[in-house]
């Protein structure tokens, strides 16, 4: 079975950014529900925006990196994938569409690959119409996540918890800390 999508390709003007791996921060609870309803929450869009024409229905936002850059919080999990996962591993609504922005030309401060940030934004399908009230993206997980880092900052409890969790839903490899891929 074929499947078919209105979506933008994936970003595809570089093999090496397309299987770069990418991060999502997520709360416990924002994994969890992943985890059990197989779907990704989107951020709400600033107000009114609009891309390609279209009514933002919502965005989120990846970092194209093998680590946070940032001090994370102790309740933070990240998950990891890879551009082209994400796009093969979203399914969105029949009244959406999904477009992704990678950086290209990064500033001279953005250099790194750790740096860049890659967007997705769901988009309505008809200009005209009001944006469709789910707030999420339905999601393939065994697709979707190659591993989740629980930052070592996290209390050991929550690493376990997480552990267990993960590994109940689907077979991927739980790391403690920050390590490069």
């Given at each position: ?15 090496a950014t397309a299987t770069a791996p990418i991060l999502r921060g997520l709360s416990f609870v924002e994994l969890i529900e992943m985890l059990e309803f197989s779907r ?135 790391c403690h800390g920050t390590p490069a891929r």
């Amino acid at each position: 079975m074929q499947r078919q999508l209105d979506t933008a390709p994936p970003p595809s003007h570089s093999t090496a950014t397309a299987t770069a791996p990418i991060l999502r921060g997520l709360s416990f609870v924002e994994l969890i529900e992943m985890l059990e309803f197989s779907r990704l929450r989107l951020d709400p869009p600033v107000a009114k925006q609009c891309r390609r024409d279209r009514p933002v229905i919502g965005t989120q936002e990846w970092m194209l990196s093998t680590r946070p850059r940032k001090r994370v919080e102790p309740s933070a999990v990240y998950v990891c994938s890879t551009l082209t996962s994400l796009h093969e591993s979203l399914l969105p609504p029949e009244d959406a569409m999904l477009d992704f922005s990678v950086p290209t030309n990064p500033t001279p401060a953005a250099r790194s690959l750790r740096d860049k940030r890659m967007q997705l934004f769901a988009l309505a399908r008809r200009s005209g119409t009001e944006r469709p009230s789910l707030p999420y993206l339905r999601v393939d997980l065994a697709s979707l996540i190659q591993r989740v880092i629980v930052p070592k900052e996290a209390p050991p409890d929550l690493f376990e918890l997480v552990d267990r969790v993960v590994r109940a839903r689907i077979w991927v490899d739980v790391c403690h800390g920050t390590p490069a891929r």
